[in-house]
């Protein structure tokens, strides 16, 4: 290859890679800030069933505590992602 050949190429690559690169990044948080989401909304009815069937033991305390807490990280995890697409396409 010649050298004003590799240069070109070099340029182009320089000049197209981010515009390819950016709108990418942003599709995946998107894309995992949903599967956050899913999974925190998948974990809810559990959650509702907990309370509903609730005795006061401690076996069922557990298992809405455990309930919520998953489903709170869950959401902040889908919250934290789409914010940074947001960021990334403010950029």
Known sequence: ????????????MV???????RPLRILWNQLIGFIFVVLAVGAAPQ????????????????RIVLSGIFIGVMLFFAISSFLRARRVERS
């Not at 000049?15 to 690169?21: K, N």
């Not at 959650?47 to 557990?62: E, Y």
């Open 47 to 62: 959650l509702v069933k907990n309370v509903r069937h609730f005795t006061g033991d401690g076996d069922n305390v557990f």
């Open 1 to 12: 290859m010649r050298k004003g050949t590799g240069g070109a190429i070099y340029r182009m």
């Open 15 to 21: 000049q197209t890679l981010p515009g390819v690169i």
